[in-house]
Every structure is written in structure tokens, then in C-alpha cells.
């Protein structure tokens, strides 16, 4: 069965839906092809249904504050509203009925199934062949990676996918990998009341953070009884009912383990040789208009520019002018900003120092903690913070910032704009900034950075 169209979408995440519909309603023939769910990974399983745990145990964490600014309370967690919210509300049981419909209003068709590329501007789907007029746009995303641990294959073991799916909240925790997927579950399920174990290989938590803001999330999380362990290599694990998972020199137990050691991609599978792609490579590398081949665009994960829903929907804005000959701005990464949603928040746009380091001459930082700022002295239990600026000297502008707080990845925003339209330093220095805000605590950082 062959089917002759303008445009197949292979992977229809964040990017490949809104690609496809904005393809559709441009007037152009378009099959998304999904294997799983329309919307991809983020609705389903990762940012929407994260932050909704995420919302209950902030409330959950500010109802514990009250004691010492308010009175006195009791806070009983019931993860039963937290789970039927995902499961009602989020997800309407991990069905994509309503992704499915919106786009086949927009004018698109779907098939489901497993695409590959299997010639130039041909994609293949079980017995279905479909021939791309005009472009074979990728967003096949990725999966979790699970290391090849001794004895963690066969066990039941969450990822991400398990997690979102709980429906009570285990006694004990294991988490391995303290990257954002392991931070923000280990608080949330720690918050909820499981004795949670937190272990990193690399010698800090987020490790492709700034270390002061490693520093600063470590010591919350330790504070609120959350066992953790950096540069810490798991040598096996076992499972009788119970979780036993060894390091060098220790043993955990726990009820429950989540392995959130990183993603992966398998462009073998989706048959990119077949238009001269590397297929061993971990992603596909794209121009600045998202073309990876002659007629092949790719968008999210897979091209490797930082895993985050923003950036997919944002590569999908720039391949869909691309494809229909629009013109648009080239893709610009400089003021990629992400938030893992801790609590506090941990906000990074741009560079940080050692990347800073690396891409300029001149580079000069300076840091103010949110303890210390008037904001941060009013708000007492749980102002832990700051604010890092990260400056390109030679040309006066910020290149980076981090922001950890409340409402951190709110208050980077502002650090975003600065990077993005590289807002003179001197200029930023003469803002008037709001009286008693977080944000104001970027002030003394400007301030440092003007002095020195
Ligand atoms: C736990 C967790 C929390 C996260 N939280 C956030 C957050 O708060 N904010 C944020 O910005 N990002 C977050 N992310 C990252 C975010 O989920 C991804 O960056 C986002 O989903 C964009 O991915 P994507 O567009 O590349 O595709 P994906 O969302 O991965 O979707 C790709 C789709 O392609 C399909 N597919 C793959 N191969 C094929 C094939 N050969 N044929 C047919 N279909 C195929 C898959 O089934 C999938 O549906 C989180 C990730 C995780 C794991
Ligand atoms: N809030 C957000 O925007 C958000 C939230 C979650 C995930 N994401 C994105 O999704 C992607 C995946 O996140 P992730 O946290 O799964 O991956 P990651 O690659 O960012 O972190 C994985 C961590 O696991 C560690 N690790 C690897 N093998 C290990 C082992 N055997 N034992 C212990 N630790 C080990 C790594 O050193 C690393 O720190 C990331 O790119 C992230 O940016 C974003």
C-alpha cells in the first residue's frame, strides 16, 4: 500500500505534532506517524504529569513552614488526589483521543505505527509506504537508558513512565541518577513519605549545573532527610521482593528503584542511513533550519539542543517556515533557558562558567544568596538561594545566569531577556528593580559585576 503525500512526520512529541499541524493548516498534505501517543513523552509522562507532584508537595512543603511562621498545623499527604489528578485530568487515562483530534482538525492524518526511513523520501510503517513530496520531518525523541547493571535487568524497576503511573507511594526509594528526572522524583516521593536514596555517579548532583547551585539543592534535599550519594558507582542489583542495590563499600534496600540514568535514541531503528545519516550516532545534527538531509528535517531530543518541550516546539516553528519557504530568524541557542522544579527551583539560561570559560576570553562571574537578600530575610524557612551571573567582559553582556529559589525558573526569565537581546551589563545595573522581591537579589550581582 503506497500513499503519496507532502509531509511525514516521523514521532509526533511536542515539536512533531505542532510541526505537522502547522503544516496541515498551511494547506499541505501531512501523516504523523506515532508508535505510542500523540504529544510524545511530555503530556504523558514527563513535564506535565512531573509538576503536577510537583505542585502538591510545594503545598505540601509550605503547609510544613507553617509551624514556624504561623502557628501550628497538621499535615497529613494523601498521594490518592495527586495520582487521579494525573490519571483523570493530565493524561484521561494515557489516552491521546483529544492530541489525535486536534490534529485531525488542523487537517492532518495519522497512522499509528512504527515509522522508518526506508529510501529518500520514502518512510515505511508495517505494510504501509509513504512517499514524502516535499519533507520526512524526525521527532522520534527518546527513551530511558537503563545501564547495564548486574542484575537490574528483569527486575521491576521504574522509569519515568512507572513513576507518573504509581498509584500509592512506596515505602523506600531507590533513585540512580541525579539528574532532573531524579531530582525532582526523589523530592516529590520523599515529600509524599518514602525514605528515599538518591544516588549520582558524577561527583555532584545535576552535574551540568553551576556547583553552587548543586551545592545549594544538595543540602535542601539532605535537610529534609533524603539520603544522597555522589560519585557513587552501583556494582549490582537484586531483587527478592525487595530492592538490594550495591556500591563501593554500601547497600541500599528499598521497596521501589528508579532507574533515571539518562536517554537514549535508536536511529538505527528509524533507518536514517538510508539518507546518508550516521545511524550510531546518539543524535541527528541539524543546520540552523533544522535540515539533517536533503528533504529530512529533525526537531527535540534527538538533535541534541537541549532536551526540553521549549526547544522541540521551538525547532518545530523554525523547520515548518523552512519547509513551506517561509522566511525566519535561524535557530538561536544562546538564551535556551531550563528549570528542573525542585523545590528550591534551579534555573540555568545561557552558559555556565566553565562553558562560559570555554566559548570566551573575558568571562567574570558574581554571585549574591537569597538568605541574605531582604526578600529572602522576610520569607525565613525555605528562602534557600541564589542568583549566579555569568558575563562576557570583552563585550559588557551576560552570556549566562542561574537562579535557585522560589520561583526560580520565574525569576530567570528576566536573566533570559538579558541574554537573549545581550542588554548592555551597564544598562542592566541602572533597572530599577522591585522592593522586597527575589528577583531584586540580581541587583548585588549586577553590582559586583560593575566593580570589578
Ligand atoms: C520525567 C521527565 C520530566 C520532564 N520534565 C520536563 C519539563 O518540566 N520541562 C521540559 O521542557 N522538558 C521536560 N522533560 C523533557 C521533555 O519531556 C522532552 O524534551 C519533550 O517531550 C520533547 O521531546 P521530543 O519532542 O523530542 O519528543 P518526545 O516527547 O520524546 O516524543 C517523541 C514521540 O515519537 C514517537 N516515536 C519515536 N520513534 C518513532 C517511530 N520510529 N515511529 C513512530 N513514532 C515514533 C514516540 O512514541 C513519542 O511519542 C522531561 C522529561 C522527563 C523524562
Ligand atoms: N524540568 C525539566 O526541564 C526536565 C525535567 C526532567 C528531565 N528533563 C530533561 O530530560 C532529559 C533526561 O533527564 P535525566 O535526568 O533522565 O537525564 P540526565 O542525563 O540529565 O541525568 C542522568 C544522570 O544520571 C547519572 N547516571 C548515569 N548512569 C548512572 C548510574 N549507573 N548510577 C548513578 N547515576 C548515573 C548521570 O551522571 C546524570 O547525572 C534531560 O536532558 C533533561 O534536561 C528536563
Redesign the pocket.
Known amino acids: 500500500m503506497t500513499d503519496e503525500v507532502d509531509v511525514v512526520v ?8 505542532d510541526v505537522a499541524a502547522r503544516l496541515a493548516r498551511a494547506g499541505l498534505s501531512v501523516v504523523g ?19 503536577i507532584m510537583v505542585r502538591a508537595t510545594d503545598a505540601l512543603a509550605e503547609a510544613r513552614r507553617v509551624p514556624e511562621l504561623a502557628g501550628s498545623n497538621t499535615v497529613t499527604p494523601d498521594w490518592s488526589p495527586v495520582a487521579a489528578r494525573i490519571r483523570d485530568e493530565a493524561t484521561t487515562g494515557w489516552n491521546d483521543e483529544a492530541a489525535v483530534r486536534r490534529f485531525e482538525d488542523a487537517g492532518g492524518r495519522l497512522v ?5 526511513i526506508t529510501a529518500p523520501g520514502e518512510v515505511t ?1 508495517g505494510e504501509q509506504v509513504l512517499r514524502a513530496r516535499r519533507a520526512i520531518v ?7 537508558a537503563v545501564p547495564p547493571i548486574e542484575g537490574l535487568a528483569g527486575t521491576p524497576y521504574w ?3 512507572e ?2 503511573a504509581a498509584e500509592r507511594v512506596p515505602q523506600s526509594l531507590i533513585v540512580l541518577g541525579g539528574g ?2 531524579g531530582m ?2 526523589s523530592q516529590v516521593f520523599a515529600r509524599f513519605g518514602a525514605e528515599v536514596t538518591l544516588v549520582e555517579a558524577k561527583p555532584q548532583l545535576l552535574p551540568l549545573a553551576e556547583p553552587e547551585a548543586a551545592e545549594v539543592i544538595t543540602d535542601c534535599l539532605l535537610e529534609e532527610g533524603l539520603r544522597v550519594r555522589v560519585g557513587s558507582t552501583v556494582q549490582g542489583v537484586r531483587h527478592d521482593g525487595t530492592f538490594h542495590v550495591t556500591t563501593e563499600g554500601e547497600e541500599f534496600e528499598a521497596e521501589a528503584l528508579l532507574v ?1 540514568t539518562g ?1 537514549r535514541t ?1 536511529l538505527r ?3 536514517v542511513a538510508a539518507v546518508g545519516l550516521d545511524d550510531s550516532a546518539g543524535t541527528i545534527d541539524v543546520d540552523e533550519r533544522m535540515r539533517a538531509a536533503d528533504g529530512v528535517w529533525a ?5 541534541g539542543r ?8 521551538y525547532q ?1 516553528r523554525i523547520a515548518a517556515a523552512d519547509i513551506l519557504g517561509e522566511p525566519s530568524p535561524p535557530a538561536d541557542y544562546r538564551a535556551m533557558p ?4 525542585t523545590d528550591p527551583e534551579v534555573a540555568l539560561v545561557g552558559l555556565t562558567e566553565t562553558q562560559a570559560v570555554a566559548e570566551h576570553d573575558r568571562v567574570r562571574t558574581a554571585l549574591s544568596r537569597l538568605p541574605e537578600s531582604p526578600r529572602g530575610f522576610i520569607h525565613k524557612v525555605g528562602n534557600e538561594g541564589l542568583v549566579k551571573l555569568v558575563a562576557d567582559t570583552g563585550r559588557g553582556v551576560l552570556v549566562g545566569a542561574t537562579v535557585v529559589g522560589p520561583a526560580g525558573g520565574e525569576i530567570v526569565g528576566a536573566l533570559a531577556v538579558a541574554v537573549h537581546a545581550e542588554v548592555p551589563v551597564a544598562s542592566l545595573n541602572e533597572m530599577i528593580f522591585a522592593y522586597p522581591t527575589f528577583h531584586r537579589a540580581i541587583q548585588p550581582a549586577l553590582e559586583e559585576l560593575a566593580a570589578s
Do not use: W
Open positions: 516521523v514521532g509526533m512529541g511536542p515539536g512533531g505534532e506517524v506515532e508508535s505510542r501517543l500523540v504529544g510524545g513523552e511530555c503530556p504523558y509522562y514527563a513535564c506535565v504529569p512531573t509538576k499509528r505505527g512504527v515509522g522508518s510503517v524526525l521527532n522520534p525523541g527518546t527513551e530511558p522509569t519515568n513512565r513513576a507518573v532532573p528526572v525532582e522524583f533515571a536517554r535508536d531503528a528509524l533507518g526537531v527535540g531530543d534527538v538533535t537541549g532536551a526540553y518541550t521549549h526547544t522541540s516546539v518545530s531550563s528549570v528542573t522544579f
